[in-house]
DNA sequence: GAATTATAAATTATCAATAATATATAATCC
DNA sequence: GGATTATATATTATTGATAATTTATAATTC
């Protein structure tokens, strides 16, 4: 894990343990590390060439994104999620997201309503193309982008910030909806959100959302408990 | 910073870094450490007679907390919050305790809320006790304890989690509520509250909730920014 | 004197080594 | 043989020292 030379000189520049964070996520979102396995803070430090440190503060970031378990002295484990957990997890989303579409349509006048419009609307054809092809990954990433989008409009970062914490895009290794039908119908279940947002039907949107949130916890579950 | 002798063999050792993280986090609601002011690992280490390194993990929580805001090689200040801030947080702490009292209603059977309702009647009277006595600091802690006991009944983990980011109670101490006379005022509102609960009527609750708190959000922002 | 470049000081980021703790394994006792 | 105690091993928590980086200060140039 070199530096020094071929870095530009970034102003926010790169530091280890971000580096190491996502090493380990992705390792963990690839499936090499499964729910309650050990996370060893020397192994990563040998594995990536560094030393513990760096690893321990990686971790601990892991652990503040609900994604590690750690218990002192005794080290820390990829979380096991269990059906409550999910449950827990998308009531919470959901009441977000409601928010979310309320307050942006509340703050947004018509010009910049239709261009999140527009916005929303590019992902959702990349969208379309990831369920084409069956793209489970790719189609995750759109459907993270697409309900970003309308936090973003609501330019409130602490509902950002929570969002992310159980927004649980990162999980979807296990997710049981894989087949390209599955990927059909969410994309059309967007397209149908988009309408109400663009129409200004609160209601309709937050049932739509719902709907929508509700539909992929059951797939979770369903992959996480067969 | 001894430890070894006096500690009893508790399960749940206790480790440095949150021992740190305690003393950094009551020096910024001390007033000792105040927004914008830097934070120095080394010079905190010194001062509690550890290394650098628990120091640095203790910011790092604080910083996950949002307490606190870290640019690498740079360092780490204590946040300054600006008003915007303060709407956003109370903004979706409305959102998240409205949905805790939804929530709790509607999983808790009578007997149930009968125990709850007894509980949060505990915590009213102490509260009482504080706002006779002006003592702002406790009266903060049982503010956080009631509406803690009503996200505690709906056994929703991530609600709580989420909830203890965006509940500002640490902030208190650049609060402009301190007259007892506001506390009184406050600890009735509880008072209400409380009576809306335990005859069910939710959307009585949430709405005497929404006051309460825009009113807490009102001092805090009149208290950051005179 | 203003701008620019060197130098020094302060601070963070990382490392390598050690202490503290927990878990696994072997030895002992009854 | 099963329970209990010692021993060894693995891993985390902490330390003290060093490298990397930024900020402040002095020297230089025009």
Redesign the interface.
């Known amino acids: 894990m070199e530096r020094g030379s071929g870095v530009p000189a970034n102003h ?4 280890f343990r971000e580096e190491i964070r996502n090493t380990i996520r992705e390792a963990i979102f690839a499936g090499e590390l499964r729910p309650g396995d050990r996370i060893i803070e020397t192994f990563w430090a040998k594995e990536l060439g560094v030393s513990q ?1 760096p690893v ?2 990686a971790i ?2 892991l652990e ?1 994104q ?1 994604l590690v378990e750690t218990v ?2 005794k080290g820390s484990r990829v979380r096991t999620l269990t059906e409550k ?1 999910i449950r ?2 998308y ?2 989303r959901i ?2 997201e409601s ?1 979310s579409i309320r ?1 942006a349509l509340d703050r947004l006048d018509d010009r910049e309503l239709e261009e999140l419009s527009s916005r929303l609307g590019e992902i959702l054809e990349e969208m379309d193309g990831c369920a084409g092809r069956g793209d489970l990954r790719a189609f995750t990433e759109c459907d993270a982008a697409f309900h970003r989008a309308v936090i973003d409009a609501t330019e ?4 950002l ?2 969002w992310e ?2 927004n649980m895009r990162n999980w979807f290794s296990v997710s049981a909806l894989t087949d390209a039908k599955s990927l059909k119908r969410l994309q059309q279940g967007h397209q149908r959100l988009l309408e109400e947002i663009r129409a200004r039907d609160v209601r309709a949107a937050v049932s739509t959302v719902e709907d929508h949130l509700t539909g992929l916890m059951d797939g979770f579950i369903r992959g996480v408990q067969p």
């Open positions: 926010q520049r790169k530091v440190g321990r503060e601990r970031d503040a609900g002192p002295f957990d827990d997890n009531g919470v009441c977000l928010k307050d409130n970062q602490v509902l910030r929570l914490q159980c």
